[in-house]
């Protein structure tokens, strides 16, 4: 498989020199082609900021991100916006949808900035939206769909430009259980048919079941990680809960 990312030496800290703190310490993490990552641990730990330094929304204090062999860290903040828009997707807990666009205009945002031609827009537009089961909301605003609309669109538009890797921060924080069941299978459907590259934050153990390894941060440290490999998502879900008890976190099983 293809190395799509790899992260050296990441250090992330806040504070000034009499109180800091660091959120990140010494990360390493390496992302094949066509995985699907969860990344877990008690709140606080740092999994967010993991994220966002991976997906260069956050700059860390050292270390070294490549994204497909290019070294991000050092782009002009010009260059990273554009390598952002063309090469990453990202997908919110909050949709991030522009109200006073249709759903399709939203889903065609990162094409339009890029200047791509009207004909390849509607093509594209119509592609992802058949993919998630959207054609029919095409013409509506954010605020006339439900969440899980909003969130399919939210991923339609992550995908629209083919990105080489898709972020997303606790894609389903925002939705009632049946919704979220349904986004997940999206994204798991995405990463199986499409050979998607994804990086999921999750506190929640049954999204992570969906994914096929895990990352789990602790104090800002990468502490261990489970292969989902052969197992059922079942036996996957049970293991993600006892891991997740070992940090003494709350679960509850659900599956």
């Known amino acids: 498989m293809e190395t799509i990312l790899t992260a050296t030496d990441l250090n992330k800290e806040y504070g000034d020199k009499n109180n800091r703190f660091k959120a990140l310490d010494n990360v390493n993490v390496t992302v094949q082609e066509g995985e699907f990552i969860g990344i877990m641990g008690p709140s606080g730990a740092g999994k967010s ?3 966002n330094a991976l997906a260069t929304i956050d700059l860390p204090t050292s270390g070294h991100v490549k994204i497909n062999g290019t070294e991000v860290l050092t782009m002009s903040e010009k260059q990273l916006s554009q390598f952002r828009r063309e090469k990453l997707g990202f997908i919110f807990q909050d949709y991030n949808l ?3 666009l249709k759903i399709s205009e939203n889903i065609a945002l990162p094409l339009t900035i890029s200047k791509v031609s009207a004909i390849e827009i509607t093509a594209r537009v119509e592609e992802v939206a058949d993919f998630f089961g959207i054609h029919d909301l095409l013409d ?3 605020n006339q769909v439900s969440g899980g609309q909003k969130q399919r669109a939210a991923i339609a538009r992550a995908i629209i430009t083919k990105p080489d890797l898709i972020f997303a921060d606790e894609p389903t924080g925002a939705l009632d259980s049946k919704n979220a069941q349904s986004i997940l299978q999206c994204l798991q459907d995405l990463n199986h048919k499409e050979n998607a590259t994804i990086m ?5 153990a049954q999204a992570a079941s969906f994914s096929k390894r895990i990352l789990f941060i602790k104090d800002g440290i990468v502490s261990h990680e489970l292969m989902r490999g052969s ?4 036996h996957f879900f049970k293991e993600i809960l ?3 008890e070992s940090f003494g976190e709350e ?3 659900v599956i």
């Open 140 to 142: 509506k605003f954010p």
């Open 98 to 100: 522009l109200d006073t």
């Open 231 to 234: 197992k059922t998502q079942h």
């Open 251 to 253: 679960t509850s099983d």
């Open 49 to 51: 900021t993991l994220l």
């Open 242 to 244: 006892a891991a997740m």
């Open 200 to 204: 999921m934050v999750t506190h929640d």
